[in-house]
């Protein structure tokens, strides 16, 4: 009896994993390492980050998700499992991501694209307005590859603007679940 609630417990498990779609935007100093699950698959995107601060930052949260091995991947164009890169948009399931590295993104005349999460990473030279015209966000996101002195302008920024702002060196990890629509 006891093996068959063991293994009746397992394989609720391995559904729940199965049907699973999560992000994560780890705190790893003056690095980019962001984690795409979707089902059992999964996608890792990072800068120049060691293997060790890797482990560090993330292997937790792997284990937890039952992943074991971790594609990494370029943002370039990809259409996978739940999963879309086309720069500077991600998507993981209904999740719309602008990711913002350089303030090329801004400029141009090209009409606003509505996203739920903006990610600013690699201190790029801009100002929160000046995304929200371009890509209107419901939250951003402020990976530790930005400078203090820019964090602390972006988060005024949002203050002033009434935007929710999540600081993954102030606050941890910022991590969003497909059914536990946290934003």
Excluded at 152 to 173: M, Q
Aim: proline share 4%.
């Amino acid at each position: 009896v006891l093996l068959l609630v063991l293994g009746a417990g397992r394989l609720v498990r391995s559904l729940e994993q199965m049907e699973q779609g999560q992000l994560a935007v780890y705190h790893v100093n003056k690095h980019t390492l962001v984690d795409f699950f979707a089902g059992r698959n999964a996608w890792s995107l990072a800068d120049s980050v060691s293997a060790k601060q890797v482990l560090f930052a993330a292997q937790a949260n792997r284990w937890a998700a039952g992943i074991g091995r971790v594609d990494s991947f370029s943002p370039e164009a990809m259409n996978t499992a739940g999963m879309y890169c086309r720069p500077p948009f991600m998507g993981l399931f209904n999740l719309k991501i602008a990711l913002i590295d350089d303030a090329r993104w801004l400029r141009g005349q090209t009409p606003a694209v509505p996203v739920d999460v903006l990610l600013i990473c690699q201190n790029p030279l801009l100002d929160i307005s000046a995304c929200q015209r371009r890509f209107p966000a419901r939250q951003i996101i402020l990976d530790a590859s930005n400078s203090w002195k820019n964090t602390r302008r972006w988060k005024a920024e949002c203050d002033a603007l009434g935007l929710p702002c999540h600081d993954v060196r102030e606050k941890g990890a910022w991590v969003w679940a497909k059914n536990n629509h946290n934003l």
